[in-house]
């Protein structure tokens, strides 16, 4: 059956389709409310379609269709597998996660932290914050302002007394009992108050108690309430953007040169918090990619404002929007297309700072791109290749004291990683040898290889030969991977060279001597950049191995539940560690009793 044949026979249900190449491989993952009428909108004349679908229609030889209810369930779908599949010819919005964000920890006491990771531990995140000046700035107030703890788990649990920061009137001591919960927790929920952009109302009601405090004769409290307020509407003045209370986002989005930005001003009560900016690469029209934006961005949103500004609504699909809005938050925002007045003002601005992005993203790449074409250049001489080596790979090996060995396989493509196409070995040859694991891990990924060949699969990692493979190591470590090349009949169809550390010493196959390229080589610099990838994706995954089989043997030990676990493992890190630990050490970890500790250590013995 050909390709039109199954477009004619598809349903008028909404759903997932899958476009799929010769190999097999999907390509391009949409949903749609109709999908016989959907599908067949992408067999027009080529001349009506964009380039990019265009040249997705030519390389399509299969579909495949997944029915759903509706198309709200269809969207969540859509997500799942583009995720899944990361297919080529989908935008993948990326979220710039370069920009800190305030963190309430889940703790008993919670502390105030700035960070740039977002995890789900029961902290409470507020952000992002585009101007990590002006967020250092705040923090410092902040703590000036509200005296909470900075003190790490550790150190809290094992405090008696209070320390400096109590004395120079920087923290409340409530690991020395200076302060209960109750009114740590009044000075932790003005803090959230502030930062959650209800910081008038917060100074309200500051300077209600400060004339309590006055009427009281309760001079000193009254003076620190005043410093307080003064120093909260010093920070409000700078954050103010709105006349009025309102609680709105403003969506805008941006795109030229196949390079796109998407970005999102957040303003509560009056006041802009931060901004949320992701960008794509890729071909997309306008009203799709404001559509892509506003799913990716409030799918991790945990509210939706009354209100989100755009500045059009061309082919926003607001029906399908707002049925997905009510499902997720049971309630729809209101889409705002102002032409005049405070909002209008607001929309320009979030225009001015969605065009300057895009401009200095467009001039990132430029210049990253001539620097990687200036390195892959200098490679080639250097190394006397016959071409520019478009795709090297790098390789290294990882363990721990001779457990749980591992090696990794990096990709970089044009000068630049391709972590889609990264993969990991878990070595099973001798644990202790570097040598043997290399010829192991290069042994496998090439018979892969050929296997791909013959038997006319895909893999997006080993269906295609590098032009230069970069291992971790000296004479030993290049050895071991060309031994392993041998016997797989490929020694010669690409170029295998090692890099030492200690001295950036380039090795080549059948040359005696290194080759050493001076520090302000581009081509050492991609060199260095390759294999200092390979060894952090080796080292994390062995690091992530490790942790694994010290919580399996955790989970083993009666009293020793999730807390007590992780209390252990960011104590010891690894079972050797554990091992080579006295009961008295394991017991000072808090809630690990001496009963717990010889249990472990009991069974630590039969390991």
């Known amino acids: 059956m050909t390709l039109w044949e199954k477009v004619q026979n598809l349903p008028d249900s909404p759903g997932i389709y899958l476009y799929k190449d010769e190999k097999g491989e999907v390509i391009y993952v949409g949903k749609a409310k109709n999908l016989k009428n959907r599908v067949r909108s992408y067999f027009q004349p080529p001349e009506k379609l964009l380039p990019k679908t265009r040249v997705m229609i030519e390389k399509a030889r299969d579909i495949e269709v997944i029915i759903t209810s509706t198309e709200v369930e269809a969207l969540i779908l859509e997500q799942n597998l583009i995720k899944r599949y990361r297919p080529r010819y989908n935008i993948l919005l990326k979220d710039d996660k370069s920009y800190p964000y305030l963190k309430i920890t889940g703790e008993e006491f919670p502390r105030l932290l700035i960070t740039r990771r977002v995890v789900n531990d029961g902290g409470r995140y507020f952000g992002p914050y585009p101007d990590a000046g002006a967020l250092n700035e705040t923090y410092k107030l902040l703590r000036s302002i509200f005296k909470f703890r900075t003190c790490t788990p550790t150190i809290f649990a094992q405090k008696k007394r209070p320390c400096l920061n109590f004395h120079i009137k920087k923290c409340s001591a409530p690991c020395a009992g200076e302060i209960s919960r109750e009114e740590y927790f009044k000075e932790i929920e003005m803090v959230i108050d502030f930062l959650e952009g209800r910081g008038e109302n917060l100074i309200k009601k500051l300077k209600k108690e400060m004339a309590i405090a006055s009427d009281n004769l309760e001079f000193e409290r009254a003076a620190k309430l005043r410093d307080q307020i003064l120093a909260l509407e010093k920070i409000l003045a700078k954050q103010k953007i709105s006349r009025g209370q309102r609680n709105a986002d403003v969506v805008v989005v941006a795109n030229r040169e196949n390079l796109g930005v998407g970005l999102i001003f957040v303003i509560r009560q009056g006041n802009l918090l931060g901004q949320k900016v992701y960008t794509f690469t890729g071909e997309m029209e306008t009203g799709e990619l404001l559509n892509q934006v506003l799913v990716t961005h409030y799918e991790e949103a945990k509210e939706v404002p009354v209100e989100i500004i755009l500045s059009t609504r061309e082919n926003l699909d607001e029906e399908f929007l707002n049925s997905w809005f009510e499902l997720k938050f049971g309630k729809k925002p209101k889409f705002t297309v102002p032409k005049r007045g405070e909002k209008f003002e607001l929309l320009k601005m979030a225009l001015e700072n969605v065009n300057f992005t895009l401009d200095e993203k467009i001039k990132l790449n430029e210049k990253k791109q001539l620097l990687n074409e200036k390195a892959l250049m200098d490679l080639k001489e250097a190394l006397n290749l016959p071409a520019v080596p478009r795709r090297i790979e790098g390789y290294d090996i990882s363990h721990l004291a001779g457990t749980g060995t591992v090696a990794s396989m990096v990709v970089f493509i044009d000068g630049e990683p391709v972590k889609g196409k990264y993969r990991r070995f878990a070595i099973r040859s001798a644990a202790n040898d570097d040598y043997t694991a290399m010829f ?8 892969k290889y050929l296997a791909l060949q013959e038997e006319g699969g895909a893999d997006g990692s080993f269906e295609e030969l590098p032009d230069l493979v970069l291992i971790d190591g000296g004479k030993g470590q290049l050895n071991a991977a060309m031994d392993a090349l041998k016997e797989t009949n490929l020694l010669g169809k690409f170029t295998v060279i090692a890099l030492a550390k200690e001295q950036e010493e380039i090795f080549l196959p059948g040359k005696k001597d290194s080759l ?80 717990i500790a010889e249990r472990l250590k009991e069974l630590l013995e039969m390991e």
């Open 516 to 595: 050493l390229l001076t520090q302000d080589r581009e081509g050492l610099k991609l060199l260095q950049r390759v294999r200092d990838e390979a060894h952090r994706f080796a080292r994390g995954y062995q690091e992530k191995k490790r942790v694994k089989t010290l919580a399996s043997l955790l989970e083993q030990v009666e009293g020793i539940g999730p807390k007590r676990r992780k209390q252990l493992l960011n104590k010891f890190g690894s079972i050797k560690n554990l091992r080579e630990a006295t009961v008295e050490e394991i017991t000072a970890v808090p809630g690990i009793t001496r009963e």
């Open 440 to 447: 192991e891990a290069v042994l496998r990924r090439f018979k």
